[in-house]
Every structure is written in structure tokens, then in C-alpha cells.
């Protein structure tokens, strides 16, 4: 009758009453329906975060053109390069740290922190004045901005288990909305007054600083997100001393009866034993997938404004920034369908796996396209890069998002900030190296056009057939071999 008495004590839940994290559970036990307000916070809180990541690459082209730091037009893509990875540095330097202070003092000031410092840094970069200035803003940008990883820890646990995937996609779809609506606000907003001369005059301070309208706008609407978000909920839970739950548990612990079950649910679980994250080889091996998809991603979000923008003779399309801007909303309007209608029934479907391994093998031929579609002219130029930008920007975030969910399934609640602040160490140094990469080769290219060995026209296309199939093919061999434990865990 005792045994049965401390069962029933063991299966019956315990919230204590001065944590957070348990208000959280016994709010999500009482909810009934979609989570409508929860995902908003989070969609919201994640876009502030993600439009001025690459809001710049519009512009940035000619940005760098007017400090008059590149001698040759042909060497602004080396200077943009370092301007587009100097955020990523900083955000190495301390994605690690701000993991750890989430796990320890909370999720909720990580957040606050990182969007305020959207709001202060990024009005800064509108308003550079020299090369330095800018590279100076955007480090400072990534390096106190540690928001990303904790708020996908956040999101597995504001929600019950049934819409945990859910909310693992609103964070995904709303960081590659915010990489597509970023670029295409920066590309219609600058230079404001040569676009709306009857609105702003080149007198005023848009006219001083044409590039200070699109990085305004972001940081307005960050300020009213991190208002905002003093009111959101903290997740983490914060026990404090013992209660007859704690003596209870060890009562029934027993050698017969605790090892099997925690082995059983390590197994079952695909777990690695706590405080063992780098033998964690489900959670390792989605992170070095992660680093590889985001490396190709942002060297591929740079170099396409740079080569869009840039003039017919060096290999580009000659477009404007407002031509860029409506290429990538008409992404981000594709993007949107995907993934709020499409990509949650495959994953129900198909598992994150599945899902992941397609879009990788779809990529390659889709990638291949790309020089041919430069050889386009009018409507038809249109009508292929549109379509080809909607679906590799549709692949590249069912990628990341069930490489998400497979990350933050690998681990425990008390592990998932750090989980997610090695995840964002790792991402952030090889995306560091995409800009700076993809910008220095594109330079290169520029000034090969007519060479007889890897001519460098058109461009665009040259680099696309160097770097981007043969990444995808390295990434599908790393997809077959690294995610079949995972599959085994996602199957059970």
C-alpha cells in the first residue's frame, strides 16, 4: 500500500511555487488549442533579431563605395565581405557565454538584452561614416546578441509536446522570413533621397546618410519588440531547496529499478548522459550539418546582392537595390506558404530527417541553375531567378528548422542553452568565414573576366560551379552518414 502511495506521489507532477519554469507547465496543462499568442511573441521576438543580419547586402555594395576605401570597383566585394562577417566574429567571440547565462540566470534577460542591442547598434550602422565605424557596430552588433540559441530552447518549452515542433518552426521561419524581409527593406529604404526626392530631400539627415532609413526602421521596430518583451514568460526552472516529492523519488530509487529505466530512456531518447555534449553525437552531428548549410547560406545571401547589383561588363545583372528588395519579398511571400501550410505536414510526414536529406539533394540541381538563368534577359530573367530564389531560400529553412528540432531533442531542458550556445559558436564561425569568403572569391572573379583559366564571366555562375555543388555534395555525404542515429531516434 506504501509502494502505491509513493508511485502515486512519483507520477503526480509538483510545481514549486516561486518557479517560473513550473507556472510555465501548469499553465501549458490547463491550455486547450493553438498557442496563437505564444507564437506570435516568438515569431515577433525573432525577426527583430533576424532583419539586420542581412539587411546590408543590398546596399553594401554601394555603401562601401562611398567611404572610398576600395581603390578598383572591383574591390569593393573584398571589403564588403569583411563588413557582412564582422557580426558573425562578435557572435562567435560569445555565443557560448550567452548560452550559459540563459541556462543559469534565465531565457527571458538573454532576450531583452539582445534585442536592446539591436536597437542601439544596428541605428549606429546606419549612421557609419568610415569603413571602420561599420565593422566596429556590426561586431558589436553579434557580440552582445546572444539571442538565438536560448530563444530555441525557449521554444521547446513554452509549449506542450504536441506543438513543440510547432514552435521550433515559428522560430526557423521567422529567422528566414527576417533574412529575406531584412534585404528587401534595405534595398527599397536606401538611398531615400535619389528614390523619393519629393519626400526627403538630399539636405536632410537621409540625405547625409542614405543608408540610415532601412537600419531606422529595424531598430524602430525592435525598440517596441523589446518593450514588449518585458512581458513574455520565463521558462527556466529555478528550484530552491527540497520538498516530499525530492525524499519520495529516493525512497523508490533502487540499483534493480534505476539504471534499465535510464537506460531505456537515454536510448529511446537519443541521449548522451548530462554534462557530455560533445559525446553527444545526436545533438554534434546536427550541429556540424547546421554549420554547413549556414555557411553556404550566408556566403550565397551576400554574394547574390553583390553580383545582382553589380554591372553587366563585370558579369552582375546591372539591378538596382529596389530590383533586389522585390526579388527577395516575392521569396519571403513564397517562404511564408511554405511554411506555414506545407512544411509542417511533411514533417509529420516524413520526420526532420527525411525532410533535411531532401533538401539537400533537391539543392544541387537547383544551385547548377544558376548559370544559366544569368544568360536571361527581361520577363524571363524575372520569372527563373524568382522562382529559383523562392525555392532555395524554401529548402535551405526546412533544413535548418528540422536540424533544429533534431538539436534541441538531443538534449535536457538545463542543457539546452548551452546546447544551443555551442550550436551558435560553431554556425557563427562558419558563417563568419561566408561573406568574407564568398566575397573575396567574387572580387577575384571580377577582375578575371576574360582569363583563360576560371574565367571570372559571368561571375556569379563561376562561383556557383567552384563552390556551391561541391559544398551540397560534401553536405549530402555528411547527411547520409551523420543522420542515421537519427533516424533511428525520430523512428522510435
Known amino acids: 500500500m506504501a509502494v502505491n502511495d509513493q508511485t502515486e506521489v512519483l507520477l503526480k507532477k509538483h510545481y514549486y511555487e516561486n518557479c517560473p519554469g513550473c507556472k510555465v507547465d501548469k499553465l501549458k496543462e490547463s491550455q486547450r488549442g493553438l498557442p496563437i499568442r505564444e507564437l506570435v511573441s516568438i515569431w515577433i521576438v525573432v525577426l527583430s533579431t533576424a532583419l539586420p543580419i542581412s539587411s546590408l547586402f543590398p546596399f553594401l555594395y554601394f555603401m562601401i563605395r562611398d567611404f572610398h576605401i576600395a581603390k578598383r570597383e572591383e574591390d569593393i566585394g573584398y571589403y564588403a565581405g569583411y563588413v557582412g562577417s564582422s557580426l ?3 557572435r562567435v567571440l560569445t555565443s557560448l557565454f550567452w548560452g550559459v547565462v540563459a541556462d543559469r540566470y534565465g531565457r527571458k534577460p538573454v532576450i531583452v538584452i539582445g534585442i536592446i542591442t539591436v536597437v542601439i547598434f544596428n541605428t549606429l550602422f546606419g549612421l557609419s561614416v568610415n569603413f571602420w565605424m561599420a565593422i566596429a557596430t556590426r561586431f558589436l552588433l553579434g557580440s552582445l546578441n546572444g539571442l538565438l540559441g536560448p530563444i530555441r530552447a525557449y521554444a521547446t518549452e513554452l509549449f506542450r509536446e ?3 515542433a510547432l514552435g521550433i518552426t515559428t522560430v526557423s521561419t521567422a529567422w528566414g522570413i527576417g533574412l529575406i524581409i531584412g534585404p528587401a527593406l534595405g534595398g527599397y529604404l536606401a538611398q531615400p533621397a535619389e528614390k523619393f526626392p519629393s519626400i526627403f530631400s538630399k539636405e536632410s539627415v537621409f540625405g547625409r546618410f542614405p543608408y540610415f532609413l532601412p537600419c531606422l526602421a529595424i531598430s524602430i521596430f525592435a525598440l517596441v519588440v523589446s518593450i514588449a518583451s518585458f512581458w513574455l514568460p520565463e521558462t527556466l526552472h529555478m528550484h530552491h531547496g527540497s520538498s516530499e516529492l525530492d525524499e519520495s523519488c529516493k525512497d523508490m530509487e533502487t540499483p ?3 539504471s534499465p529505466t535510464k537506460n531505456k530512456r537515454h536510448k529511446f531518447e537519443g541521449k548522451a548522459p548530462k554534462k557530455c555534449l560533445i559525446r553527444n553525437w545526436p545533438l554534434m552531428s546536427s550541429i556540424i550539418l547546421y554549420c554547413v548549410f549556414s ?5 550565397y545571401t551576400e554574394i547574390f546582392s553583390l ?3 553589380s554591372p553587366r561588363r563585370l558579369g552582375g545583372l546591372s539591378y538596382t537595390t529596389e530590383d533586389v528588395g522585390t526579388v527577395l519579398s516575392i521569396s519571403g511571400a513564397g517562404l511564408i506558404v511554405f511554411q506555414t501550410c506545407l512544411f509542417p505536414h ?6 526532420p530527417v527525411v525532410v533535411a536529406r531532401i533538401g539537400g539533394v533537391l539543392s544541387i540541381p537547383l544551385l547548377s541553375s544558376y548559370p544559366f538563368i544569368a544568360m536571361l534577359t527581361g520577363l524571363s530573367l524575372s520569372t527563373a531567378l524568382n522562382c529559383a530564389s523562392i525555392a532555395k531560400n524554401v529548402m535551405y529553412v526546412s533544413i535548418v ?5 533534431l538539436q534541441n531533442k538531443a538534449v535536457d531542458q538545463d542543457q539546452r542553452g548551452a546546447a544551443n550556445g555551442i550550436a551558435m559558436t560553431a554556425m557563427s564561425l562558419f558563417k563568419a568565414f561566408g561573406p568574407a569568403g564568398g566575397g573575396t572569391i567574387f572580387s577575384w572573379a571580377q577582375k578575371r573576366q576574360d582569363a583563360a583559366f576560371l574565367p571570372g564571366k559571368p561571375t556569379f555562375s563561376n562561383l556557383r560551379s567552384w563552390l556551391l555543388p561541391s559544398l551540397y555534395n560534401h553536405d549530402q555525404l555528411i547527411c547520409f552518414h551523420l ?10
Open 88 to 90: 558573425m566574429f562578435g
Open 162 to 164: 504536441e506543438y513543440q
Open 256 to 258: 534493480s529499478l534505476e
Open 295 to 299: 555557411f553556404h547560406d550566408m556566403a
Open 307 to 309: 553580383w545582382a547589383v
Open 346 to 351: 511533411l514533417t509529420r510526414l516524413l520526420g
Open 401 to 405: 528548422t528540422s536540424l533544429f528540432i
Open 483 to 492: 543522420l542515421k542515429e537519427k533516424k533511428k531516434v525520430m523512428c522510435v
